[in-house]
């Protein structure tokens, strides 16, 4: 059974990860003993494990033997608890993903995860460089922010290969991968940010990248569908009545068409009321921009599955690729989004 060192911190100390208070080890380093270092060993189970941190004590951790008990945890145990009642794992992990609770998923290690990224909020977590994620059911992948989603491959297979130095799926004008299960976890519908880590070569057709398929609508009438533009930048809607919403971000860097990486993020505040939708975009851990038209003034069907490198206006062509994709349920600050990128741009060859 696979163990993570687990510690009360106020900041992130090295070599791990912080959610609230809960520090989770990610290192081979040694992290004892406890009466000098305050690191406890957290034991994890290959279902969902559920932690937290606590100061001068050790930590609560907590193994549902199954999603009945994740979700009957959210609803006696947690502390605070949920503002409604739970009765789908799909709200019981919408509602840990922004609670002070870490949460894990499966007994494997998690190597080359990223020190210091966000956590709070975190409910998905795809990154092509984590064997974790791309080895866990080879072929597909597989989340690693907690939640265990699993998104499986469709289409003519994307292959992880070498783009531009460093690893990352190539698209081919056909793969793209999509989950299934449990996708009401990740809630576009409300406050939320995605972020890209994409290589940008050339797209000489526009493409869907992302998209939450529609649910009695189109998905850019639901909670979420992005296009990749011609003009190497990302377009997005969302909303339907009595228009949908729509913006844009600015333009990925291509090296004058060998081929560059970029870390593309947008955000966008809760679109689940009457209340006109917000929207941001930022790349390469900029501050946010703002930059929306909000034309529907009615709350949105929240989108059915998730998918990766295809949409409604077909998938994502080569030589292009994608590293990483990040999902929350908060909109993000610009010192947090500048955080994701401190963490994660050394694996993508930015300095």
Request: net charge negative; glycine share 12%; aromatic share 12%.
């Amino acid at each position: 059974m696979a163990v993570n060192p687990i510690k009360y911190a106020s900041s992130t100390p090295t070599g791990a990860a912080l959610k609230e208070k809960t520090a989770i080890g990610l290192s081979a380093q040694d992290y004892g003993p406890t009466t000098s270092t305050g690191w406890y060993n957290g034991k994890r189970t290959n279902g969902y494990t559920i932690t937290k941190a606590q100061n001068g004590a050790s930590p609560l951790i907590y193994a549902p033997a199954d999603d009945a008990e994740v979700i009957l945890f959210c609803n006696t145990t947690a502390n605070p608890g949920p503002s409604s009642y739970i009765t789908h794992i799909s709200g019981a992990l919408d509602f840990l993903a922004t609670s002070d609770y870490m949460v894990l998923h499966g007994s494997s290690e998690i190597d080359n995860f990223p020190e210091d990224l966000v956590m709070e909020g975190l409910s998905c977590y795809l990154d092509s460089q984590i064997d974790a994620s791309v080895n866990a059911n080879p072929g597909d992948w597989t989340d690693v922010s907690g939640n265990g989603l699993e998104f499986v491959s469709n289409g003519s297979a994307l292959q992880i290969e070498d783009l531009g130095g460093y690893q990352g799926f190539r698209f081919n004008g056909s793969g793209y991968f999509q989950c299934n299960d449990k996708y009401g976890a990740v809630n576009i519908g409300g406050d939320c940010t995605l972020v890209f880590w994409v290589f940008a070569v050339d797209i000489t057709e526009r493409d869907t990248i992302f998209e939450k398929v529609g649910n009695g609508a189109s998905s850019y009438q639901c909670s979420i569908a992005i296009t990749w533009e011609v003009g190497e930048n990302f377009s997005y809607y969302s909303r339907k009545t009595p228009a949908y919403d729509y913006s844009a971000t600015s333009a990925c860097d291509t090296n004058g068409g060998e081929g560059a990486w970029n870390m593309m993020a947008i955000k966008m505040s809760d679109g689940l009321s009457s209340t006109a939708r917000t929207g941001f975009y930022s790349k390469n851990g900029q501050n946010w921009i703002a930059y929306y038209t909000s034309r529907s003034n009615t709350a949105l069907v929240r989108g059915k599955q998730i998918r990766v490198g295809t949409g409604y206006a077909g998938a994502v062509e080569g030589d292009n690729g994608i590293g990483a994709v990040l999902l929350y349920n908060k909109m993000l600050s610009d010192a947090e989004i500048a955080q994701i990128y401190t963490a994660t741009k050394e694996r993508y060859g930015h300095s």
